[in-house]
């Protein structure tokens, strides 16, 4: 038998890029070193934005079309929060470690 590989629904995923399919983004919680260069990508047909939560945050995309991807390297360590704009209910957080 092999071990489970679903783990927690709130631990952190490491990676570099975020699904966002069925009004959600996937992982919700991403965990990645600072320098890494994280790529969303829309599988919806709706448009959707990748917006930092609050205000004074580095991410601001323009509305994405399906297939669309926008990308952020993020340089500086702490927790980012972001939702999309136009669906306020999708939000996702990325953490940034040393």
């Not at 360590?77 to 953490?95: D, K, N, Q, R, S």
Request: with cysteine; proline share 7%.
């Amino acid at each position: 038998m092999s071990p489970s590989s679903t783990g927690s629904p709130t631990t952190p995923v490491t990676g570099n890029a975020v699904a966002i399919n069925n009004f959600a983004f996937s992982p919700a919680e991403l965990k990645v070193k600072a320098g890494t260069k994280v790529t969303w990508t829309n599988q919806d047909a709706d448009a959707h934005t990748v917006t930092s939560a609050g205000s004074g945050g580095p991410l601001h995309s323009a509305a994405l079309a399906t297939h669309a991807t926008y990308s952020f390297t993020f340089t500086k360590p702490g927790t980012y929060a972001y939702l999309c704009t136009i669906h306020p209910f999708m939000t996702a957080t990325v953490e940034v470690t040393r």
